[in-house]
């Protein structure tokens, strides 16, 4: 079952978004912005309120990997295997995660603390191999390293 | 007066700018006569966080991998002006070199100005160009003059950036669009992001010059949504050139308008591809349409747009000042100006590097980006991402230009160069291009759609050690009728990184097939893990870090892995210190 949610915190978003013509993307966004991912519910009251059909609504959504259908962990981890990353062990670091919390590319652990996603490149090619966890990039990861930082995140919870 | 500057481009950033200004800013509060601002990327990633310290006469100071802990001394250094303060942290002059040989119009002002303050753009002769344009030059003239320039579309393609501007202007219609295409979205290229992020005046100047030309009234920069601070920067940006007068209505008092504005992608690879963006901007899914009609004839909301690639636009306005000759006597006969490469990967010196086209591979990797930083040899360059290809060390007298290179199997596409060495497994390297681009195809076709995917599943198998006899030619034939029947570049140039490697490396696809053997012992199927008696002190480091208990031995006793339970993850590898365990 999903959670509830309060499908009035969007209504202002689509209020203002629903008569200017292409805006759905924008508005999926400012949605995600909203609950940290998209629930069923938001898409199908998205869909009646801009009078889209919503298998438009969910092609889109489901359509670009910026969009999320679950809710995402207390550290977003998102593992760039980029190209410069791939050649300099991000395998290895995806290994390293893995190992350490259990989760494959796109789970959550069970304690709703880390959520793993492996994204394509970003863009800080020169700190490579690289992940970013929520806002923060750490580079030039070592699965030694690696192991440190998620040790230390899951301590700032404890804290 | 004294000048610090402290370069804060997203990898700056995370290599930890921002405490140091901020560390600097406490330091440096009370200090007379120095004042303290943020730049953007110049392009020395290897060596961020940089500080860079202008004196009373304009000289120069670089200060690299600066720390919180080296404030004190940089503080020291300002007030004293002994440069022996600094010494340990100051530019070697090798590294700097890196800088000396190039040849910057694109990124003239990265790392120089500061990029959150228009004034600073304009000091440098910014918004000159868009003036001069708009009150002496008719549109046609100034589609002339990037005519004479010979600048090509930097996206990728390399189709001429005069053509599609003149297709534009001559399309008869009301309403036109100016369109940015800021969806870097190659793996490995973030020139991009770095004009955004250190330069935004420059693309919002080159796009202005652009509508003008077209006769649009509208200009749109489509970027990536994973570059958040290149979007707030080109936000302050924006706002800061519409209260000057440089967007809107009227501008400089003459009856050209243009408003500007964003839209973030929601991440989609295929959105590079022009009519896909139009897509995305329009709110549907990004999947290609049918040229023709070309978006110069009929593009967003089916009006005539123009769209250029973020690099293109970055030389308009150098262009317009210097004049159209001025670029074009650079380069080689058909690839004119300069070009910005991403130099990435094994190399000793990465970071962003503009040059004059005509250079040979070689000049880039060795003489500015200093060879390979591992002791192994250098193999190959990977350029143009997905859609490019492997070029083999054999070529690196190759000269940059867009012909010469596609003649390689390669392409220039947006600049992204990945070096390798010899640690790196060509048919991996594949087999990762086609993950990336079996999870990117959007759908439409069928031979991109299955293609990939069928592509993706082979090389996977003879990664695996479970390639059959007849796998290469299968490849080859699957490569080719995805070539000849997608409908756009996604899936005409999908194939070429197994095309590529299969040209040059087809050596490592029949040892991984005949043999079973993996020749950079990067496959993990085909590797196994085993400890040297002779090299082994018995100190039982492995033994505690291994996940699997796959390792047996007594303390001061050569340990042994067990084959079976060994799942080759190379913890042992990776906490002796004795170089005991061997990988085959």
Known sequence: MEQKIDLSLIDGIIGHYRDIPGSLITVLQKAQAVYGYLPHGALTYISQRMNIPPAKVFGVATFYTQFRFEPVGRYLIMLCKGTACHVNGAEMIEKAIAGELGIADGETTGDGLFTLKNVACLGCCSLSPVMMVNEETYGSLTPEKTRKILAELRGRIRE | ?584
């Open chain 2, 1 to 584: 007066m004294i000048q610090i500057k402290v370069g804060q481009g997203s990898c700056g950033i995370s290599a930890g700018a921002a405490n140091v200004y901020a560390a600097l800013h406490t330091a440096l509060m009370e200090a007379p006569d120095v004042s303290l601002s943020v730049t953007g990327c110049v392009g020395m990633c290897w060596l961020e966080p940089i500080v860079d310290v202008y004196n009373a006469s304009g000289g120069l100071t670089r200060l690299v991998r600066v720390t919180e802990n080296d404030v004190p001394k940089i503080a020291e250094y300002v007030r004293s002006g002994e440069p022996e303060h600094v010494r340990k942290l100051t530019v070697s002059d090798e590294d700097a070199e890196f800088l000396s040989k190039q040849t910057r119009i694109a990124l003239r002002n990265c790392g120089v100005i500061d990029p959150e303050d228009i004034g600073g753009y304009i000091a440098a002769g910014g918004y000159e160009a868009l003036r001069t344009v708009i009150l002496h030059k008719s549109p046609e003239e100034v589609i002339d003059v990037i005519k004479s320039s010979g600048l090509a579309g930097r996206g990728g393609a390399g189709f001429p950036a005069w053509f599609k501007w003149d297709a534009a202007r001559k399309s008869r219609d009301e309403i036109k669009y100016l369109i940015c295409n800021a969806d870097e979205g190659d793996p490995g290229a973030f020139m991009d992001r770095a004009v955004i992020e250190s330069d935004p005046h420059n693309l919002i100047e080159g796009m202005l010059i652009g509508a003008y030309a077209i006769g649009a009234k509208e200009a749109i920069v489509y970027v990536r949504a994973e570059y958040p601070l290149a979007i707030a920067r080109l936000e302050r940006a924006i706002n800061q050139a519409a209260s000057e007068g440089l967007i809107g209505e009227n501008i400089f008092g003459s009856d050209f308008s243009c408003s500007f504005r964003i839209k973030a992608g929601a991440g989609a690879f295929v959105c590079g591809e022009e009519t896909a963006l139009i897509e995305s901007l329009e709110g549907q899914r990004g999947m290609p349409r049918l040229k023709p009609p070309f978006p110069a004839q009929s593009g967003y909301w089916r009006k005539p747009s123009n769209i250029n690639n973020v690099e293109t636009f970055a030389n308009v306005a150098w262009i317009i000042r210097n004049g159209g000759e001025a670029f074009a006597a650079m380069g080689t006969p058909d690839s004119k100006g300069t070009k910005v490469f991403a130099l990435t990967g094994k190399i000793k010196r990465g970071g962003l590097v503009e040059i004059p086209m005509g250079k040979t591979l070689h000049d880039v990797i060795f003489d500015i980006g200093g060879g390979m930083r591992t002791d192994k040899k250098f193999k190959c360059v990977q350029m143009g991402g997905p859609s490019g290809g492997c070029i083999p060390a054999s070529l690196s007298d190759t000269l940059i230009d867009y012909k010469r290179l596609s003649a390689t199997g390669a392409i220039m596409g947006s600049g992204g160069m990945v070096v390798m060495d010899e640690s790196t497994c060509m048919v991996n390297m594949a087999r990762f291009f086609l993950d990336f681009t079996a999870k990117e195809s959007c759908g439409k076709c069928v031979p991109c759609r299955i293609g990939t995917k069928r592509l993706l599943e082979v090389l996977t198998r003879i990664c695996n050690g479970e390639g059959k006899d007849g796998d290469i030619g299968l490849l080859e034939e699957l490569c080719n009728q995805i070539k000849e029947s997608s409908l756009c570049g996604l899936g005409q140039t999908a194939p070429n990184p197994v095309l590529t490697t299969l040209k040059y490396f087809r050596h490592e696809y029949e040892a991984h097939i005949k043999e079973k053997r993996c020749p950079t012992g990067e496959c993990q199927a085909l590797i196994t893990y085993s400890i040297d008696p002779g090299t082994c002190t018995g100190c039982t480091a492995c033994v505690k870090k291994c996940p699997a208990n796959a390792i047996n031995g007594e303390r001061k006793a050569a340990h042994v892995i067990d084959a079976e339970l060994c799942i080759k993850c190379g913890r042992c590898e990776e906490v002796c210190r004795f170089g005991a365990v061997v990988k085959r």
